[in-house]
C-alpha cells in the first residue's frame, strides 16, 4: 500500500481522489450496464471496489440485486445500509421489495414500523402498512393509519376508500357511507365505493 501512495505521489496524483475517481468509474459502469437492463454486469461493476463501509455502495447493491432476481443477496446489502444508516429511510424502502418477494411479510412490517418511528407523517408507509393489517384483518390497527392517511392528504382516492373499507369492516357503517361518498367526489361512479354504499343500505 506505501509503494502504491508512493508511485501516485511521485506521478502527482492524490491517492484519495484516484480512489475516489475508481469509485465514481464503477457507478458509472454500474448505471451502463443497468440502462441495458444487465443488473449482474452493473452489479459487478461495483463488486470491484466493494468496502462493505460504504452506505453508497450497499444501498446501490441492495437495489441492483433485488433486480436481477437474487433477493436473499438484495436483503443483506440493504441490511449493511441501514446498519450503517439506521435513520436513513431509503434502504428500508428498499428493503421491503426483496422482503416481499420472498413473502418474508412479518419483516416487511418491522421495517414500516421503523420507518414510522423516525417518520411517524410517512403517508407512503403509513397507507401500505394499513394495507398490510387490512388484509390481516386487523382493521382497528389499520384504521388508525388510514385515519392518519386521510387528515394528511383529505382528498386522495386510495387513503380515503381503505378508511371507508376499515370502517365498514368494523361495523361504523355512517363513517363508512360519508367516506365511499367522499371516494365518488373523486372517482364518479367508482365501483369500489359504490359496492361499499350497497352493502351499507
Given at each position: 500500500m506505501k509503494?502504491?501512495?508512493?508511485?501516485?505521489?511521485?506521478?502527482g496524483i492524490n491517492p484519495i481522489f484516484a480512489q475516489e475517481t475508481?469509485?465514481?468509474?464503477?457507478f458509472e459502469k454500474s448505471y451502463i450496464s443497468e440502462k441495458i437492463g444487465?443488473?449482474?454486469e452493473a452489479s459487478k461493476a461495483l463488486m470491484?471496489?466493494?468496502?462493505?463501509k460504504s452506505y453508497e455502495l450497499n444501498l446501490r447493491l441492495g437495489y441492483l440485486k433485488y433486480m436481477a432476481g437474487a433477493y436473499n443477496d438484495a436483503i443483506i446489502f440493504y441490511k449493511k445500509a441501514i446498519q450503517l444508516m439506521p435513520y436513513?429511510?431509503?434502504p428500508r424502502l428498499g428493503y421491503v421489495y426483496p422482503a416481499a418477494a420472498l413473502n418474508?411479510?412479518?419483516?416487511v412490517i418491522l421495517q414500516y414500523q421503523a420507518i414510522l418511528k423516525i417518520d411517524p407523517k410517512n403517508s407512503t408507509v403509513n397507507y401500505k402498512l394499513g394495507v398490510i393489517y387490512y388484509n390481516r384483518k386487523k382493521y382497528a390497527q389499520a384504521n388508525s393509519l388510514f385515519e392518519k392517511v386521510v387528515n394528511?392528504?383529505?382528498?386522495?382516492?386510495?387513503?380515503?376508500?381503505?378508511?371507508?373499507?376499515?370502517?365498514y369492516r368494523m361495523g361504523k357503517l355512517p363513517q363508512a357511507k360519508l367516506l365511499?361518498?367522499?371516494?365518488?367526489?373523486?372517482?364518479p361512479n367508482d365501483k369500489s365505493a359504490l359496492e361499499g354504499l350497497a352493502l351499507i343500505k
Open positions: 509503494i502504491l501512495i508512493l508511485t501516485f505521489l511521485m506521478l475508481t469509485l465514481q468509474t464503477a444487465n443488473f449482474n470491484q471496489v466493494y468496502n462493505e436513513a429511510i431509503e418474508k411479510w412479518d419483516d394528511l392528504y383529505p382528498f386522495d382516492y386510495d387513503g380515503i376508500l381503505m378508511y371507508a373499507w376499515t370502517n365511499f361518498k367522499k371516494v365518488l367526489l373523486i372517482s
